[in-house]
């Protein structure tokens, strides 16, 4: 029998009677003769109050107990949508982190997943059970839960596709799949029917909040197709896949932008060799991912080098930054929240010239200056000012023609 | 080092300011030299609250999944608990169930402890981190989550204390220790210094809410002193032990009474061997706890039989019994909830003769009909109606001379 795996998201699973319809559209796809493994995330906004109160219990709880607090959120969803579907007449098993076999590496609210059981789910598949997954967590090897950070549901959902060999994993959320730009923004957005793993890689990793770039990654090397579609209509969504020749290979495919990153300056830094990597190999060491990084030209043997960060890592890069600052002679750190990031990604640019620079135009006809840049093959980044990203967004997705 | 174990009710952890105050009463007594071990319940009403979403999802929830969902609650507990000791400078770890390696019988929802590893709690006292071990809850040899039932928390903290040695166990609750009778329904009642873990077995199982009789069973199967006491005081409370030669011994030394049971009568039972042990046999397959039984006098080849059970069981009781009624060609089953038990309890019983006598004396003379009686060496039990049960104990506990 075919193996589907679903992954319905904390919007899908809001409330009992959300819980219930997730349980009937489960079904409804074990009636069509699939095997079906779901991976839920926690109930709504669960997670960020578990972490609410954590925050009233320490100005910086411990991530291990964070792990210990925050993965109940998923634990009580799987146990309470195997209820569900048992209420409908349908055998399910809920299953922890732990159970599955999920084994990641030990950093704590951030871990990686190191390799799958899965044991019990094919044991449970095979006396014909739908197998409920708690997502977002594992367990290390030293028996202590881990999480696996944002998007950390996706992940698993993936990882399982991967690993049971399913046909296609459907992760289910609360709009229709991906869109050209966030319809809340630009009103004219369309929702994209097909894209390559590496355009919706740097979408997601552009602030496309629809997938996590990580899933993306690991659906990438595992050749997992992906489905990504709404938890209340039956509509087809944005398929993920890697063969695209059928694909009309647009030059822009979308437009994404992002708020919740900051921006670490590193000033007057003796321009010597190994600096760079000191810095970054200390913040590397913390589990914190660097964004963009700009080096500008030296001047007098010193430099300023600039980097972004995810907002909530800010504190702890602070903190790493300072001390190596000091280490190194550095004349201090400073920082800055108030910037956003603006992106287009298509594969088509691999073949087109002067999409970067058509971007640049754009944003400076609006009168928006450009502070860091970066790019890669198919997608091209901008961190602009805060105040200036709708504007930007809007403009740049009626200059590539992507509009309905 | 000397090691206790402390035990905080869901009462003391019901908020996150209750949940600090804890964590400065364990570091007290580690100041004091010991070793602590902190076993936690869940945060004030939230089982309840999960029980509530899980009666939203099933009308007979499965207890597989009830296990997974409840147990969420003494995690969450554990978790913040550990961080707010930390945050006062001291190293703090929480544990699962799992973790701790409480391994259980696979009778989910009021499960039986078969063993503890104890090796990771061990190895972190070791390492002097004060431990903070989630309650209620173990696993099976399936590796599924199971939760030890009603006063769940009090037995883990009285096994860990038989299995890691240690000094005392003391439980913590938002009363001052164990009362000779509900301090709301008889002003006069006072605090009992000391028990026997007789007395103290006898007004648990009798409905002294303050401590669940399975686990005064096991403090006195390992002689584990136990101390309950209040966590917002730091007045002695009451101490629950074997040797009893200090003890001054009072007649009766507590009433108790229990509202939460029911009255279940299998009527016009053939009279005939085996018949008894069908039914019993079949309710206790299904985990169910018999307290009272009778069984009247034979009639023309038919006889009733009633007993008790808790009103949470009395559902899946009548379906049972009502299965059982029908295979043996009895009449049929009734239920009755409006009734109430009171009891009189105290080691004084077994050299003073006419205790009971005397309690059916007062009941009489309140104008109160007796249903049923059931009497052990140290305790006398009559089944009551409902509505009389406050005026029972108020005499009793008057005629017995308990009042202060």
């Given at each position: 029998m075919t193996l589907i795996v679903q992954k319905y998201g904390g919007s899908s699973v809001a409330d009992p009677d959300k819980i219930k319809n997730v349980a009937k559209r489960v079904i409804e796809s074990r009636k069509k003769g699939y095997r079906v493994v779901v991976v839920v995330s926690a109930l709504g906004n669960a997670t960020d109050e578990l972490i609410k109160l954590a925050h009233m219990m320490a100005s910086?709880?411990?991530?291990?107990?964070?792990?210990?607090?925050?993965?109940?959120?998923?634990?009580?969803?799987?146990?309470?949508?195997?209820?569900?579907?048992?209420?409908?007449?349908?055998?399910?098993i809920?299953?922890?982190?732990?159970?599955?076999?999920?084994?990641?590496?030990?950093?704590?609210?951030?871990?990686?997943?190191?390799?799958?059981?899965?044991r019990r789910i094919e044991k449970a598949l095979g006396e014909d059970k739908i197998c409920i997954v708690a997502g977002f967590q594992g367990v290390d090897v030293n028996e202590d839960i881990t999480t696996l950070g944002r998007g950390g549901s996706d992940i698993t959902a993936v990882a399982l596709a991967a690993v049971l060999g399913a046909q296609v994993c459907e992760i289910y959320t609360d709009v229709e799949g991906v869109y050209t730009a966030d319809p809340r923004v630009v009103p004219d957005a369309r929702k994209?029917?097909?894209?390559?793993?590496?355009?919706?890689?740097?979408?997601?990793?552009?602030?496309?909040r629809v997938l996590e770039s990580r899933s993306v990654e690991f659906a990438q090397k595992y050749q997992v197709p992906i489905h990504v579609r709404s938890s209340f209509s039956n509509?087809?969504?944005?398929?993920?896949?890697?063969?695209?020749?059928?694909?009309?290979?647009?030059?822009?495919?979308?437009?994404?932008?992002?708020?919740?990153?900051?921006?670490?300056?590193?000033?007057?830094?003796?321009?010597?060799?190994?600096?760079?990597?000191?810095?970054?190999?200390?913040?590397?060491?913390?589990?914190?991912?660097?964004?963009?990084?700009?080096?500008?030209?030296?001047e007098g043997g010193t430099t300023d080098v600039s980097f972004t960060v995810l907002q909530g890592d800010l504190s702890k890069t602070m903190e790493v930054s300072e001390r190596i600052a000091s280490e190194i002679g550095a004349e201090?750190?400073?920082?800055?929240?108030?910037?956003?990031?603006?992106?287009?990604?298509g594969v088509g640019m691999r073949t087109h010239s002067g999409v970067a620079a058509k971007m640049f135009e754009v944003l400076a006809g609006e009168d928006i200056n450009i502070e860091m840049i970066s790019t890669s093959e198919i997608k091209v980044s901008c961190i602009i000012r805060q105040e200036d990203v709708e504007c930007a967004v809007v403009a740049l997705h009626r200059a590539f023609g992507l509009g309905g």
């Open positions: 910086r709880p411990s991530e291990r107990e964070l792990d210990v607090l925050i993965s109940t959120g998923e634990q009580i969803s799987s146990a309470l949508l195997a209820m569900a579907i048992q209420e409908l007449g349908y055998d399910a809920s299953f922890t982190g732990v159970q599955v076999g999920i084994v990641t590496d030990s950093l704590h609210t951030k871990a990686k997943i190191l390799k799958i059981g899965g994209i029917d097909l894209l390559s793993y590496e355009e919706m890689f740097e979408l997601a990793s552009a602030g496309a509509k087809e969504g944005t398929r993920v896949m890697g063969e695209m020749s059928d694909l009309e290979r647009v030059v822009v495919s979308g437009v994404t932008s992002q708020t919740d990153e900051a921006k670490v300056s590193v000033l007057k830094v003796p321009d010597k060799p190994g600096i760079a990597a000191k810095l970054f190999g200390a913040i590397a060491a913390e589990g914190i991912v660097v964004d963009m990084i700009i080096q500008n030209i030296s201090g750190v400073s920082a800055d929240e108030d910037i956003a990031k603006v992106s287009i990604v």
